[in-house]
C-alpha cells in the first residue's frame, strides 16, 4: 500500500512538473493606447483631418522576450463603408517593453477604430485594446462636386 501511494504521488508530481514546463505567464500588457499627429502622441488626440496622418500609439509594459503586436484597423462610421469592415493590418514583432506606433490617414471623414492586439512569441493572445478617432473635413467627392458648380 505505502508502493502505491508513492507510485501515485510520483506521478501526479509528474504531471504537475510537466505542465507546469508548458505553462507561460506573462504580465506583459498594453498599459496605453494614445492617438496623435507624432510618433509619441503629444499632445494626444481623437479628431484628425482627412488626409493628415494620424498615428496610433501602443505603450507595451512588463514585457520581457519577444512579443508581436498586430494592428488593425477598420471603419466605425463612415458613410458608404460597412461598420466593422477592415480597412488594414500591420504586424510587428518585437523584444521587451516598448513604445510602438502605426500611422495611416484616410480620405473619408467619419470614425474609426483602431486595435492593438498583443501576442506572445508563440501567438497566444495576452491583451487587445481599441480607440476609436473621428476625421472631418469633406470627402474628395465632394471636394470635385463643389469645383464643377464653380
Request: glycine letters at 8%; aromatic letters at 8%.
Amino acid at each position: 500500500m505505502k508502493n502505491l501511494s508513492g507510485i501515485v504521488l510520483a506521478t501526479v508530481l509528474l504531471i504537475f512538473v510537466g505542465t507546469a514546463c508548458n505553462f507561460s505567464y506573462t504580465s506583459a500588457n498594453i498599459s496605453e493606447l494614445k492617438f496623435g499627429r507624432n510618433d509619441k502622441a503629444e499632445p494626444s488626440t481623437t479628431t484628425f483631418n482627412t488626409g493628415e496622418d494620424i498615428y496610433a500609439v501602443a505603450l507595451v509594459s512588463n514585457a520581457r522576450g519577444k512579443f508581436k503586436l498586430t494592428w488593425r484597423m477598420s471603419y466605425e462610421d463612415v458613410p458608404g463603408k460597412g461598420r466593422d469592415e477592415e480597412i488594414g493590418t500591420n504586424s510587428r514583432e518585437f523584444e521587451d517593453s516598448s513604445r510602438l506606433w502605426q500611422t495611416f490617414s484616410t480620405p473619408l471623414p467619419g470614425k474609426y477604430k483602431v486595435e492593438a492586439t498583443l501576442q506572445d512569441d508563440k501567438g497566444k493572445v495576452i491583451e487587445s485594446r481599441a480607440g476609436t478617432v473621428t476625421v472631418t473635413g469633406k470627402s474628395p467627392s465632394k471636394e470635385a462636386d463643389e469645383e464643377d458648380e464653380n
